[in-house]
């Protein structure tokens, strides 16, 4: 007897009622993504779980991976055994043994109504077989140390004890598309990571001005950007030539708004990637009050220039939340690596903090920025990042 199979339920998604189907075809397409290492194994789908059949395979590598994915609430070992009484007491008493509890529970979950015994009364008959063949082991139905539960379905019945936590949130790809503005920062992966989390898939823009930005600098970005395949499949990195229109600013704008017009020039170039795209909002790693261009009247004006919707999941979080999310999805080594960002090499020490609409419209009239514009998206590189080397997904602390 072994553990044989891994039991994925799947919280949330139970929620989403006639949409449930498209949210489980997407997680069981994600799930197989991040499993094509292992061809040996199997998934399968019955009423409301996914199962792994391992055929084999060592357990832990595919829970390492697995429990990354947005849409698990949980996972299990899992024994099969026919729906017969003898194989189920067997499998119980198998899967209490290997595991350190010195308490326990059974709770029995009767899907198949043409077996025999009703829940209750299997509840009873499990838990004083367990007892007859186990030493120095009680019941404790309110805080068990261990809970074996038994699911009795059509196909077969399933034993499980211990409960491994999965990541939550909604399959990637139930939630459309946003393009992330993707610095070499702490914030912005972290912003990533959010939205992949509420089932959004991702692709980044990164604003690059060689020579005064490194090829270094640049790399950061796609090694962040593979950070965060880890919850998803891959990554398309747009990278903008953004030298020439920067340097535009700086001569014709007045000190205290380029910061302003640099980011209303980022919103510009992409909103036409999303248009060439078919995304349908954008989102940064902003958050209210931490730098002079991330206060209210600093929104105000650099939303003046999209009416895509600009999606800012870090704006009423603190520094230090934003770094313990960074730390535990590893992106927080990378981020704090020394680098030039485009932002910080043309831009005044002090930056405006309540730059107004009307004013910076005026500015604004001074160039012909449009073709600017135009050139940066023309000239545009893009570098797909896939999560191929990844098999390692050991992201301990947030969870
Ligand atoms: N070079 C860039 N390329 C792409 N997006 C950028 C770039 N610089 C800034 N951004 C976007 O603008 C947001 C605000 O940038 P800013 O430099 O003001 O803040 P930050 O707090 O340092 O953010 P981060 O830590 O993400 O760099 C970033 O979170 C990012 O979404």
Known sequence: MEFDHILIRYGELALKGRNQKYFINQLQHNIQHKLKPF??????RTQGRLFILLNGEEPQPIIERVRWIFGIHSLSLAIKVPNELTKIEEAALYALENSDGKTFKVSVRRVNKSFPKGSQEMNQHLGAHLLRYTEGIHVDVHNPDVEIKVEIRKDATYITSHVIPGAGGLPVGTS???LLLL??????PVAGYMMMKRGVELEAIHF??????SDRAKQKVLDLAEKLTAFGHQLKVHVVPFTTLQQKIFQEIPEGYAMTVMRRMMFRISEAVCRKHNILSMTTGESLGQVASQTMESMHTINEVTNFPILRPLVAMDKQEIIKISRAIDTYDISIRPYEDCCTIFVPKSPKTKPKRDKVNQFEESFDYQSYIDEAVQNIETIVVSDEKRQDNLFDELF
């Open 39 to 44: 061809p040996n194994i199997k998934l399968k």
């Open 176 to 178: 459309g598309k946003t």
């Open 183 to 188: 610095s070499g920062g702490i914030d912005s």
């Open 208 to 213: 690059h001005s060689p020579p005064f930005t």
